[in-house]
């Protein structure tokens, strides 16, 4: 079973194996570094859904609607 970003607790290390986003939005976090492959460390979840990640030296936030389609494993 796949597992999204959104299930990732804070703490963990986890490892991007891909989106499924619209086009424009995948190629733009293609652009600020978030390729298969990748580390991404979730810091913090919020009540609402939205979530801290860090990627490449740089802290995102991130709603539930994206991180639910962005699969990762763990590290």
């Known amino acids: 079973m796949e597992k999204t ?4 607790a804070p703490g963990s290390l ?5 989106a499924r986003l619209p086009l424009e939005l995948e190629r ?3 652009a600020l570094g ?3 492959g990748c580390p991404i460390r979730v810091l913090r979840k919020k009540k609402h859904g939205a979530m801290i990640v860090k990627l490449r ?16 494993e763990e590290a």
């Open 34 to 36: 978030m390729t298969p």
């Open 57 to 72: 030296g740089s802290r995102f936030a991130l709603g539930s609607a994206i991180a639910s389609r962005i699969i990762v």
């Open 14 to 18: 986890l490892k991007v194996r891909g």
């Open 28 to 30: 733009r976090l293609q």
């Open 5 to 8: 970003l959104q299930e990732g």
